[in-house]
């Protein structure tokens, strides 16, 4: 081997080199804005939250008041926080729901979806090989054989045996973008399969508890009817001995009446919200059935934590704000548009006119390149295809930061709202519970009196319907005061984790005032 060949070899592996180089520098040149998380205003304390509140839901060593950044932490583990109500059926209910609801699982097909995504976007980063085999007729023309005009063309048929190569190299992050938008994509699917669970587990508790409450109205009302029942009894034995007129009679009968029917569209809701939550549950109507059990009233201690906590916990912002990172990156895809794009291709193998020569050595082929055009392309005019794809994805980009901080504001205004439910209904029970107590003395000095004729028999009747109002109106606030409780605690993003659970007191003793003492 001489020196000139020597020293060409060289040269042309130090061009080879210089090449690659300059690819991987190219490659690693991603165009385009990196991703960075819009600052959102967020408040050091909740408003409606209690001068007391405990600190339970702080990060470990954070002192409350304080105000740091919020880093969305929606795959933490939130634990099964519906046990701070100590309530085995509602345990129950919550683990049938989490195997068999039908929305859970069509969102985790969407997660499985997103990361098949994934992974295909990531496969461009490799080369693409494949192979083939089989023949080719060809009729080629007499210019393209560089014959004269008019000899006809030359047909032919040629084996072909050959395995193919294709590979775009990532310049100017075309392919890193697309990637890390895939990506962005994936973890939006998984925190919106979260936020799908946790809505999931509020509904079986909220669906739970108003069926517990529609419970206590049947209960109620069956006790009022009886009682009723017993009054008609009264008044027309009373009718019967002509110490009062047909009219008390009427009327007696008409408020029984009217109790029955009440107690018939209590009835209907009841079995509406049964199977309702029993197709939260991935259960036909039909299979399931709940035991009648009346509500009690519950007290549970909630931690709000802080405003910036808040960010960390919620699914769904956590899903808002990685949209927003996949719109970020497509704004570098889009402007990747610019720039040149080179594909390397080749084929290599055996080409022959008949079956029987096609893998002897002579029939061996290759190509290395393009089999069409060029491997370097630069597009030069477009019409502002290019610059319209560009604005496109930056005000896609600026639509999802819109959506981010509207949806920061929307968790925070839940919280909020949910703090002053449960701070007001404290306020509110107190008083229905004087209002029923009071209803119930005025029902028995009323019927006290009709027996003495020193009332008419409307007096009773309207002391009887206070006492049920007021009875109704108080399960309504007892079972709003638990939906209350599960709402702040699905406003907060969940449970709370590997922390201590917060104090809960649930109370066993019966709702709010005796239905025993309805008239």
Not at 36 to 54: I, L, M, N, Y
Not at 75 to 86: K, L, P, S
Not at 354 to 359: A, C, D, E, I
Not at 450 to 467: A, K, M, P, T
Request: a negative charge; charged letters at 20%.
């Amino acid at each position: 081997m001489n020196t000139t060949t020597i020293h060409d070899r060289l040269m042309r592996a130090g061009r080879l080199a210089a090449s690659g180089l300059l690819i991987a520098l190219l490659a690693a040149c991603a165009v385009g804005p990196d991703y960075k998380r819009p600052d959102v205003a967020t408040p050091a304390a909740f408003k409606e939250a209690p001068a007391s509140a405990p600190a339970a839901a702080l990060a470990p060593g954070e002192p409350s008041g304080t105000w740091k950044t919020a880093e969305p932490s929606d795959a933490a583990q939130r634990g099964a926080w519906w046990t701070v109500f100590g309530d085995p059926v509602l345990d129950a209910l919550e683990r049938q729901a989490l195997d068999a609801n039908q929305n859970l699982k069509a969102a985790a097909a969407r997660v499985a979806e997103a990361r098949a995504a994934t992974r295909a976007a990531r496969s461009q980063w490799f080369p693409q090989i494949g192979a083939g085999f089989g023949p080719t007729r060809e009729g080629l023309s007499s210019a393209s054989q560089f014959q004269p005009q008019g000899t006809g063309p030359t047909e032919a048929t040629l084996w072909r045996a050959q395995g193919t190569v294709s590979y775009e190299a990532d310049l100017f992050g075309r392919v890193s973008r697309n990637v890390e938008a895939s990506r962005a994509d994936a973890e939006q699917s998984d925190a919106l399969f979260r936020s799908v669970q946790l809505a999931l587990q509020a509904d079986v508790a909220q669906n739970y508890f108003e069926l517990r409450q529609l419970d206590s109205d049947e209960d109620l009302y069956r006790r009022t009817v009886d009682l009723r029942a017993q009054a008609l009894k009264l008044v027309q034995h009373r009718f019967d001995e002509g110490d009062i007129s047909e009219l008390d009679v009427s009327r007696a009968k008409n408020e029984l009446a009217s109790a029955q029917a009440d107690a018939v569209g209590v009835a209907r809701r009841r079995a509406a919200s049964e199977h309702a939550l029993a197709i939260l549950l991935g259960k036909a109507p039909a299979d399931f059935s709940f035991k009648e059990t009346p509500i009690v009233p519950v007290a549970v201690t909630i931690p709000p934590g802080l405003p910036s906590a808040l960010l960390e916990r919620r699914p769904d912002i956590a899903a808002a704000e990685r949209a927003m990172a996949a719109a970020n990156a497509r704004v570098g895809l889009a402007k990747a548009a610019y720039f040149p794009q080179l594909d390397i291709t080749g084929a290599f193998g055996f080409e022959a006119s008949t079956l029987g020569s096609l893998f002897m050595w002579s029939s061996r082929t290759f190509l290395l390149g393009p089999f069409a055009g060029t491997a370097l392309t630069l597009p030069i005019f477009d019409g502002g295809r290019r610059s319209a794809g560009v604005a496109q994805a930056r005000a896609q980009y600026d639509e999802q930061v819109a959506n981010y901080r509207q949806q920061v504001l929307v968790a925070f205004r839940e919280v909020e709202d949910n703090l002053a439910d449960l701070r007001l209904l404290d306020d509110q029970i107190r008083a229905q519970d004087a209002a029923v107590s009071a209803s119930q003395r005025a029902a028995t000095l009323s019927r006290a009196q009709y027996q003495e004729g020193e009332v008419s028999y409307l007096d009773v009747i309207d002391s009887e319907r206070s006492v049920l109002t007021s009875q109704l109106q108080s399960n309504a606030l007892t079972g709003t005061q638990a939906v209350s409780t599960v709402n702040l605690i699905r406003a907060l993003g969940g449970g709370w984790g590997d922390k201590a659970a917060p104090a809960s007191v649930v109370g066993s003793g019966a709702a709010h005032g005796s239905p025993a003492d309805a008239g």
